[in-house]
């Protein structure tokens, strides 16, 4: 396996999320659309309407509309909607309740998409596990039959130029008692952890794997590879630790992966300064390297193709990637494209057909 080609040296500030500029995307090129029967359930994705970046039904049916077979969607928490009263570890409950009126919104419209057919929702797990057990409790009730479970945010790094951590964390959080007793809180309700982290803390991924067997954990985006600040230097050995690290987590199988979500982290190509946008063929070259790694690992069976959007939406349009996702799973069987594409997201989130 090749290890990824080096960026630009023109200078970039990757691993941020801005608005995307509408003019640069419609630079990109005009794509026929790959394989456009394949249903595609999209893994994850974002609503949301922060100070000038909205990306609520309205901008997402435009992107879904856009020529891929969208059957249906995973809403992943954006920190977005929250109550603004009440009790503090409740707020994000808000958002679950802001995505189900979207989702139902968008069913009584009747388009072909099922959009937030699962949702992912957030607890503080520095609360311990009873106040998460409870927060649980009250996002079941709000999800109105589409809660599937949390996302912990656990990203750290010791460099101040990644600056992707959040509020708070620290490292080899994930082997603290503390924070395992709540993942057994959502292990017992027999819901879904999708974890965030960066590469370098795959090793306590798959020792949480390893530590709770009977939690169905999802690793986000491809495991987060770095290749920006002190990882733009030494890529080859990066990459090599990267995929150590995946293939190490791959080896517990209550770990699905999803495919995707690297835009902003790896830093193969310059989203922030270069003229046009890339196609999808471009895309698919440039990485080929992660997710190959990563269906080699996990399995066709146990990987899931996610947008990211509207995040990824800063380097490519949505019809884009989804091609450059068909360009990368090309050669596989019918079996194998229906896992990667809905079926191993519709298991994994317990999604009706």
């Not at 293939?247 to 046009?276: H, M, Q, S, W």
């Not at 992660?290 to 069976?301: H, L, N, R, V």
Request: net charge negative; aromatic share 8%; proline share 7%.
């Amino acid at each position: 396996m090749n290890a990824p080609a080096s960026p630009t040296t023109r200078p970039t500030e990757f691993g941020r999320i801005f608005p995307p500029d509408e003019n640069w995307l419609a630079r990109q090129p005009q794509e026929e659309i790959l394989l456009p029967g394949l249903p595609i359930i999209d893994a994850h994705h974002h609503l949301w309407y922060h100070p000038g970046f909205r990306y609520l039904l309205e901008e997402f049916a435009a992107d879904t509309g856009s020529g891929h077979t969208v059957i249906g969607t995973v809403h992943a928490e954006a920190m977005s909607g929250y109550r603004t009263d009440g009790p503090t570890e409740l707020r994000p409950v808000g958002e679950t309740e802001t995505i189900a009126r979207l989702a139902a919104t968008s069913d009584a419209a009747g388009g072909p998409t099922k959009v937030a057919a699962g949702i992912i929702g957030r607890a503080d797990f520095g609360l311990g596990a009873a106040i998460v057990d409870n927060v649980v409790e009250h996002h079941i009730t709000a999800g109105q039959g589409r809660f599937r479970g949390l996302r912990f945010g656990a990203s750290w790094d010791a460099s101040e130029e990644i600056k992707l951590s959040h509020p708070g964390n620290r490292p080899h959080m994930l082997a603290e008692p503390a924070i395992r007793d709540c993942a057994r809180v959502v292990a017992d309700r027999d819901l879904t952890l999708d974890l965030w982290i960066l590469s370098p803390q795959l090793a306590d991924a798959a020792e949480l794997a390893e530590a709770i067997p009977e939690l169905r954990l999802v690793l986000n985006h491809c495991g987060a590879p770095l290749g920006f600040g002190p990882y733009a230097t030494d890529r080859a050995e990066h990459f090599a630790t990267w995929a150590r690290g995946i293939r190490e987590v791959a080896e517990r199988p209550n770990v699905v992966c999803k495919l995707g979500g690297i835009l902003a982290t790896a830093a193969a190509f310059d989203y922030r300064t270069t003229p046009t946008p890339p196609t999808s063929e471009e895309l698919a070259a440039l990485w080929h390297p992660w997710f190959d790694t990563c269906i080699d690992a996990f399995g066709p069976d146990r990987c899931m193709f996610e947008s990211n959007f509207p995040v990824d939406k800063m380097g490519t349009r949505y019809a884009t990637l989804w091609n450059t996702f068909k360009r990368l799973a090309s050669g596989a069987s019918e079996t194998e494209l229906a896992s990667l594409f809905s079926e191993t997201a519709r298991r994994t989130y317990r999604l009706a057909r």
